[in-house]
């Protein structure tokens, strides 16, 4: 399972999309976003961190239930 936790808009058009999950279901998700980005504009980057520092967590949206 892959939840939303999160999108920001950093400027000049640019979001940045933050997502929590499984590591491979948050992989496949990343990958399904980015060929479907690709098809209807341009796609910067993507990014998955597998397992965040302590630090990292911190600053991320939290998984609210």
Known sequence: NVTLIGKEH???????????GDVGAVKAATDAGAAAAERVGELIS???????????????PSLEK
Do not use: D, K, Y
């Open 10 to 20: 950093v400027g000049g058009g640019l979001v940045t999309v933050m997502v929590r």
């Open 46 to 60: 993507v990014h998955v961190i597998p397992r965040p520092h302590e630090e990292v967590e911190f600053i991320l």
